[in-house]
């Protein structure tokens, strides 16, 4: 009897478990993947720095998150497993590639937080384990390849100032959907791109139109700027970047 009964409440531990994750994947409504460019961080006033040992990142979008929202808005901080950066050691080389955190002063610290808050904030939200969210991320990140899609439109990093709508425009013609523009202030005060967002479905991750209420981020123009990994700067250590655990 006693086994028995151990047997259904690890059933019933089970089944509750499966609840759980299946509120938090429907308690939002769509995916808005954030794409940062790095030219925009090495042209801001503190500059772009890497880390020591780690390998240089991809001249291209970074991945910034995966972000859950509803109609609402924002769906944030759901409850779920802490974040554990040795879960995360398989898929290193992409992350290195990818998601990496280049604002300076660098510090071993920058990047594991980030890592940290985008999973404590959105990731628990998706009904996702932790590898599977990261992994998810950067693959849409490489099936979007924005850098690339702009190109087509003769649209590149080159310093040089570019229509808001033009490149908006761009993107729905590469993607059949509105897409968000960010940008921010450079070291001269000049506008610069600083974050592409494309809304996905929550299911399939193909793309939707943002919101009509997301309105763009960017004046009527902008410049793109540049960037090489020969920008970043000197970094700090990496000593123990991976030797413990955030939980």
């Not at 925009?40 to 890497?50: D, E, L, R």
């Not at 450079?186 to 479905?201: R, S, T």
Request: glycine share 6%.
């Amino acid at each position: 009897m006693a086994s028995n009964a151990r047997v259904v409440a690890s059933v019933s531990f089970l089944l509750a478990l499966l609840c759980v994750q299946a509120a938090a994947q429907t308690n939002f409504d769509f995916y808005a993947l954030g794409l940062l460019w790095p030219g925009s961080v090495c042209k801001k006033t503190a500059g772009c720095c890497k880390t020591q040992f780690a390998p240089s990142p991809v001249a291209d979008f970074f991945v910034t998150g995966l972000y859950t929202y509803s109609a609402n808005g924002p769906v944030s901080k759901c409850p779920g497993a802490p974040f554990s950066q040795q879960l995360l050691q398989t898929i290193l080389s992409d992350l290195w590639n990818y998601w990496q955190v280049i604002k300076c002063p660098s510090h071993p610290d920058n990047v594991i937080n980030f890592w940290t808050a985008v999973w404590s904030n959105y990731g628990t939200c998706t009904g996702m384990d932790e590898v599977t969210y990261f992994t998810t991320a950067v693959n849409q990140r490489k099936n979007f390849d924005v850098l690339n899609k702009l190109s087509q439109y003769q649209i590149a990093p080159n310093d040089m100032f570019y229509r808001t709508q033009v490149v908006v425009d761009a993107l729905r013609w590469a993607y059949g959907v509105k897409t968000l523009l960010f940008c921010s202030n450079d070291v001269d005060g000049k506008v610069q791109l600083q974050e592409v967002f494309i809304c996905l479905n929550k299911i399939t991750y193909q793309p939707i139109d943002c919101p009509a209420s997301w309105t763009q981020q960017c004046p009527e123009r902008f410049i793109f700027h540049s960037f090489n990994v020969n920008m970043l700067g000197s970094a700090s250590p990496m000593e123990g970047l991976l030797g413990h655990d955030s939980a």
